[in-house]
């Protein structure tokens, strides 16, 4: 089951882009991650990506990251119909992730976060009526 979803936007003013998601979505970010040479940040629905544009380029062109509740039922899943894998599940350090392309050619990263992370963006919020664009 997909818990969330994430629109990405690449950049390489990373700080530029997270002060105008922070105006349009009138909070601060509820996530940021350093994957060198990457670094995340999640405001809401939207996860900026900041990096050189050598760094941003394999991942240009994928969706995602759809956070999952169980990676390894959601690749079975997916490849009972019609998706191949891209990149097998790897552990990270916010819990496991794959890349998988789907019958149609999209390729999307899924992600299994931690438990902790699970319930700190996804449930806690739930429980207070707080919309998954808003946290």
Do not use: C
């Not at 979505?25 to 900026?48: K, W």
């Not at 894998?85 to 790897?90: H, S, T």
Request: aromatic share 6%.
């Amino acid at each position: 089951m997909i818990l969330k979803t994430y629109t990405r936007i690449f950049t390489t003013d990373l700080e530029s882009t997270v002060a105008t998601l922070k105006v349009v979505h009138g909070t601060e970010p509820h996530l940021r991650l350093n994957y060198d040479p990457l670094t995340l940040v999640g405001i809401g629905d939207v996860l900026a990506i900041g990096g050189t544009d050598e760094a941003l380029e394999p991942i240009r062109g994928s969706l995602g990251p759809w956070i999952v509740e169980d990676i390894d039922d959601a690749k079975g899943k997916l490849l009972a119909n019609g998706a191949s894998v891209m990149r097998d599940i790897q552990d990270i350090p916010t819990g496991r992730m794959m890349y998988m392309k789907h019958a149609d050619g999209s390729v999307v990263e899924y992600v299994q976060w931690a438990p902790e992370l699970i319930e700190q963006h996804i449930f806690a919020p739930l429980r207070a009526g707080t919309p998954a664009s808003q946290i």
